[in-house]
């Protein structure tokens, strides 16, 4: 078996807390692409236009491994690295500010706000939870073990060293992380909990709301605690021991107990700006774990409160 070899480091800075990307040139052996612009061309034009894509090599923004300007007329080289920053297109600030829990020299506890993406994903880049992190912090090597929804939020772990990421997203992997999430969802006295919920859970790309498989194999499993209710609304207490998609918003929904103020369960509503004003009442309130590179015990709490429970 033939083992690729390591890409080189990125020669460009991080722009906004963002790693600029990197492309591996593939293989022609059509020889379709005399020039390094004749594949760029063909991989971008579509999506950016070739004249953005000229104005950037007149820029200088395509740089190779040596972080020199990689020129448009360059011949092409099958396996050659270059790099370059993608535009950022407006963001509307998430109006909550990131809290940290807990720092070190290898790890980072975040308290996530509601509305703020851990990762950069489709049309939320630099104002993510990682972008903001690795900016306020001055951290460019962080990276998150595990992820949490958009919509949800509470405690995230990163890892401040990208040789000690693997450690730490194997504790996730191997089920060795506790998890406590919060709820606020409607309360129904002909549910009896406690309860494990063990189902099959699928999310198919590009559709919005995970569902479940009837008869299927179970992959997931979250176990439902009713701390306490009024006025019609419980509080619950929901510990998964697997971490699908939406598995809490799903699970809980099964149970005739969507949570409050979700935009896809049981109803998946038209996509429309978020209203800050009404968060989905899910909380990653607890992590806790054995650290696998010292052996310590941590355990962690959110000092974030769901807003729709009346103090």
Do not use: C
């Not at 993406?117 to 460019?140: M, N, Q, V, Y």
């Amino acid at each position: 078996m033939v083992r690729r070899s390591r890409a080189p480091q990125a020669p460009l800075p991080q722009h906004a807390g963002i790693d600029p990307v990197r492309l591996r040139l593939p293989a022609d052996p059509e020889g379709r692409w005399p020039a390094v612009r004749d594949h760029l061309l063909a991989r971008y034009a579509e999506a950016i236009g070739a004249e953005r894509i000229d104005a950037m090599f007149r820029a200088g923004r395509f740089a190779g491994a040596d972080g020199r300007p990689v020129g448009p007329e360059e011949p092409y080289t099958a396996g050659r690295y270059v790099w370059f920053h993608r535009d950022f297109g407006p963001e509307e600030r998430v109006p909550f500010e990131i809290g940290v829990v807990h720092r070190d020299e290898r790890i980072v506890v975040a308290d996530k706000p509601h509305f703020l993406a851990t990762t950069p994903r489709g049309s939320h880049i630099t104002d993510t939870a990682l972008a903001r992190l690795r900016r306020d912090l001055d951290l460019p090597e962080l990276q998150p073990a595990h992820r949490l929804d958009r919509l949800t939020a509470g405690l995230v772990l990163f890892v401040v060293r990208a040789g000690d990421r693997g450690a730490y997203q194997t504790l996730f992997r191997d089920r060795l992380v506790r998890k406590v999430y919060e709820a606020i969802a409607p309360y129904d006295p002909a549910v009896a909990l406690p309860v494990t919920v063990r189902s099959r859970i699928e999310k198919e790309r590009g559709v919005r709301a995970a569902y479940e498989v009837p008869g299927g194999e179970p992959n997931s499993e979250t176990r439902i605690e009713l701390l306490e209710h009024r006025e019609g609304y419980g509080r619950y207490r929901l510990l998964p021991a697997t971490g699908r998609t939406h598995q809490l918003r799903v699970h809980m929904n099964a149970l005739g107990l969507p949570l409050l103020d979700d935009p896809l369960y049981p109803v998946v509503q038209e996509q429309a700006p978020d209203d800050h004003t009404r968060p989905l009442q899910l909380l990653a309130r607890e992590l806790e774990f054995t650290d696998p590179v010292t052996g310590e015990p941590y355990r962690f709490e959110s000092g974030l409160r769901l807003a729709q429970w009346p103090r």
